[in-house]
């Protein structure tokens, strides 16, 4: 599957989810949700999940490394208390990052956007840091050192991922048996909120048992309803500004303070210091929490919502496909797809602000974006299943086939509905003598040309093909 990045199949499910809640709450006559809030959190998402894309094969390279050259005990994948233990280990590495985030400045910066937000939703879920994941990473790193199989702790990793989006509701209430074991969307409003009694609790990610453990857990109290954002306002809808608005914050404190140890020291203090000649400059940083505030909502016209909307359903489509193929695309491509979804996000939160200034642009973004759509929709990919069987030298079978050939020139093969029967094919048999016992390899290569292929042959497709050619090659012998 390494031709192919999955994580972009989870993007229909989670807009699904977030729909079926956003109908539920309208049902139950609770407004919880902004189209300018939604569509700024679903674009930092959007920041999060490029930067993942580009970044993801560097860290887990690491980690690998780190397990294969260092790791101090071995531990079977196959075995349950592998998976017990370190599912302990990876929840418990988390809370200490997500907490130490929280407690130092520059680290703050890239967590803060995730806590920008003035409403609580699923769609915060998805509003994260785009550099959240590049400083993470560190954190797991002594897992690998202890001995956690790299395919353990990715699965861990992702699980631990996808619990975390479903406690960004108020559609469900407290639960009983599971506050105060496990995060709970309860609990995790707790952590969402900027009231003074909330600021700094419940960092745990799948269980609140470390909160316990560690002084940092608070329930939610009714005497206390939970208001959300952030104790110095974001005031835009920008994805850009938002990932940037604590570090630059801090770079303008660094270059205007008179002290040269402040410049530096200001980095890596707790959240919340600052030189003491900026301090009357600007407002405080996070820590201490403020009361509740009028929230940012610039006034714009429907047609401008409908404009917004109709271009960033668009954007996500071209998401979905930049970030599924893009193990596939040139450092060219890559690059040109980033920009024209940076300029995609940035260009409807301007009008999300009614600010128009910028509206020529379009004339060249739009029909670039429908360009590069037709582009992924239509690239190419050659793919290929491959199957090994353990043969007796002596026994060892010949097979003739044509190398160059199409799907639908295979009789035996189980060609998926999906699949064109034309599709441009070439096999191969090879034989790996080893002593009296060797392996038959039988190889298919295939071409894919759409998208819709492409993604086909992830979910079915390729499972099909592996099958039936399994089972020809098991009758060869």
């Given amino acids: 599957m390494a031709e192919y990045n999955v994580t972009a199949l989870a993007i229909p499910l989670f807009l699904f989810f977030m729909l079926m809640e956003y109908a539920y709450l309208r049902m139950s006559g609770r407004d919880l949700h902004r189209f300018s809030d939604n569509i700024a959190s679903l674009s930092m998402g959007v920041c999060l999940l490029v930067s993942d ?11 690998i490394w780190a397990w294969s050259s260092y790791r101090l005990f071995d531990f079977s994948s196959t075995s ?65 050192f202890l001995g956690c199989p790299p395919e353990v702790f ?149 047609l401008t919502k409908l404009y917004c909307g109709i271009s960033f359903a668009l954007l996500v489509l071209l998401v979905t496909m930049f970030i599924f193929l893009s193990p596939q695309l040139s450092a060219r491509e890559l690059a040109f797809g980033v920009l024209l979804i940076l300029a995609g996000l940035v260009m409807i939160s301007q009008f999300l ?27 190419p990919i050659s793919t290929q299943v491959s199957q090994r069987m353990d043969v007796a030298t002596g026994v060892s079978p010949e097979i003739e086939l044509f190398e160059e050939t199409t799907l639908s020139a295979l009789p035996w093969l189980e060609k998926p509905a999906v699949l064109d029967g034309s599709t441009p094919a070439v096999q191969q048999v090879t034989w790996h003598p080893d002593g009296e016992q060797g392996q038959l390899e039988y190889t298919l290569r295939y071409e894919l040309s759409s998208f819709p292929e492409h993604v086909a042959n992830i979910i079915s497709a390729r499972n099909a093909l592996e099958e039936s050619s399994r089972v020809w090659l098991e009758e060869q012998l």
């Fill in 80 to 144: 349950w208390i592998t998976w017990v233990l370190f599912f302990f280990g990876v929840d418990f590495c988390y809370y200490w990052f997500h907490r130490i985030a929280h407690s130092y400045n520059f680290l703050w910066g890239a967590h803060v956007g995730h806590h920008q937000s003035e409403e609580y939703n699923l769609t915060t879920a998805l509003r994260q840091s785009a550099f959240q994941y590049a400083f993470s990473w560190v954190f797991y790193l002594p897992l690998a």
């Fill in 154 to 302: 990715l699965i861990q990793f992702m699980l631990l991922k996808a619990y975390q989006f479903w406690l960004h509701t108020q559609a469900i209430d407290r639960i009983p048996l599971m506050e105060g074991v496990f995060s709970t969307p309860s609990s995790h409003r707790v952590h969402h909120a900027k009231n003074p009694i909330y600021i700094d609790k419940n960092f745990g990610g799948t269980l609140v048992i470390w909160d316990r453990m560690f002084g940092s857990w608070q329930p939610e109290v009714a005497e206390h309803p939970c208001h959300y954002g952030t104790t110095t306002p974001l005031k835009t809808w920008n994805p850009v500004k938002a990932n940037l608005q604590h570090w630059s914050m801090l770079f303008r404190d660094s270059l205007h303070t008179h002290s040269w140890w402040d410049k530096i020291r200001l980095w890596f203090k707790p959240t919340g210091w600052r030189p003491e000649d900026r301090r009357r400059a600007t407002n405080k940083l996070q820590k201490t929490g403020v009361t509740n505030r009028p929230k940012f909502d610039p006034v714009i016209s429907p």
């Fill in 353 to 379: 602000e009614g600010k128009f200034q910028l509206r020529f642009v379009e004339i060249a973004r739009v029909p670039a974006l429908l360009w590069f759509l037709a582009v992924l929709w239509t690239l």
């Fill in 53 to 63: 894309a580009l970044l993801k094969t560097f860290t887990f390279s690491v980690f």
